[in-house]
């Protein structure tokens, strides 16, 4: 009995024995390390490739156990671990220091390779979103081609009808002696019924509110002419208009001025006695012609019948209202040389035609049978 015991703790203390010389103790801090370089191997790995590294089974205690020697003590299990297994603490350590390496002298190309999406994704935002923050306007009409500097601009006042331009409001007195034509007389000449130069000196009213353009003596066959720039509101739009005044006689006001309908601007005359006495007047829908006429189609494209456009305009809504019109739009006249231009002064023609000689005629007698 006395010799069992004997051989039981002698068994003991050789198990015990045996155990204490298996384990390897390994120190906190290089534990430590080895996990985070196999971390970051695996970050490293996940970050280049866009895959993600499915993590190796395995804990601590399933690490394989190595005695004093360097053998392990099972080597029948650890022969029949598959191929897969967690690796032993020297390979971990050698493949943390590999990454590492691979760290370090990776090329900066491939790094900055890694954060160009991101930058360009935010490009592209801002230029999406830049429409929907600046909203396009459309621009006004009248400032789509300026002659000159920008600031030239007026405000006036929104017209709220139109009147004739002589025997202010309804051309009392006066007759039509030639009406327009698309492609030939683009406006109407007004002659007082008494014929020649009767009506000489006779006041030239503007026919709605507005602001002058244009305002000086032309020479050749326009002699003194004003024009008069006007807006006005018809079927929910803001519209400009210029009328044109010559053969004046005398200009009574100047670029830049507001005007007013029924304001008396020029005396009628005769582009300085080429003709009889009478008024060339026009309406254009098209604000760039000013004084080159010859640059643009003479036709209702650029043009109004100026009795139709008055005689439908008469009455409108919205006048009065300040608005801001530009000024320097006749982008063809700038290369004109008014000082170089002949002037037919004094080279009186006997003047009229045989049809304003019709029309005044058919004037006289409707007058004389509204008096009877």
């Known amino acids: 009995m006395d010799g069992k015991i004997f051989i039981a703790a002698l068994l003991c203390s050789f198990a015990a024995f045996a155990t204490f010389g298996q384990v390897v103790e390994i120190p906190r801090d290089e534990s430590a390390r080895s ?74 190309e491939v790094q900055s390779h890694a954060t160009a999406p991101s930058s360009q994704t935010s490009k592209i935002e801002v230029v999406a979103a830049r429409p929907l923050d600046h909203p396009a306007r459309e621009p006004e009409p009248m400032f789509a081609h300026l002659a000159g500097p920008r600031s030239e601009l007026a405000f006036i006042k929104l017209a709220d009808g139109f009147d004739f331009p002589v025997g202010k409001p309804d051309a009392n007195g006066y007759y039509k002696a030639r009406g327009f034509r698309p492609n030939g007389h683009v406006g109407e000449d007004w002659d007082g019924v008494g014929g020649g130069d009767t009506d000489l000196g006779d006041p030239i009213y503007c026919i709605g509110d507005g602001v002058v353009v244009f305002a000086r003596d032309c020479h050749l066959g326009w002699g003194n002419v004003v024009i008069v720039r006007h807006a006005y509101r018809e079927a929910g739009f803001t519209r400009n208009i210029d009328s044109l005044y010559a053969h004046l006689q005398k200009i009574l006001v100047r670029r830049g001025q507001p005007v ?58 919205g006048g009065g209202r300040s608005y801001r019109i530009a000024l320097n739009t006749f982008t063809h006249d ?34 004389n049978t509204v008096a009877q």
Do not use: C
Request: no cysteine; hydrophobic share 35%.
């Open 260 to 317: 007013k309908r029924g304001q008396e601007i020029a005396t009628l005359g005769n582009a300085h006695g080429l003709y009889d006495g009478h008024l060339h007047f026009e309406i254009r829908k098209n604000i760039e012609i000013g004084m080159s006429r010859a640059k643009f189609a003479q036709n209702l494209s650029n043009y109004f019948d100026p009795s139709q456009f008055i005689l439908s305009h008469r009455h409108l809504q």
């Open 334 to 367: 700038a290369r004109i040389r008014w000082d170089k231009l002949p002037n037919y002064s004094h080279a009186h023609t006997g003047g009229g035609s045989t049809e304003s000689a019709a029309a005044l005629r058919k004037a006289l007698a409707t007058r």
């Open 35 to 108: 996990a985070q370089i196999s971390s970051e191997q695996h970050e490293e790995e996940e970050g280049l490739t866009g895959q993600t590294t499915p993590a190796q089974p395995g804990n601590a205690p399933n690490a394989i156990k190595q005695n004093a020697s360097g053998l392990p003590t099972k080597p029948a299990v650890a022969q029949a671990q598959p191929a897969s297994a967690r690796p032993t603490i020297e390979q971990m350590r050698r493949a943390g220091a590999l990454a590492a390496q691979r760290v370090r002298n990776e090329p900066p």
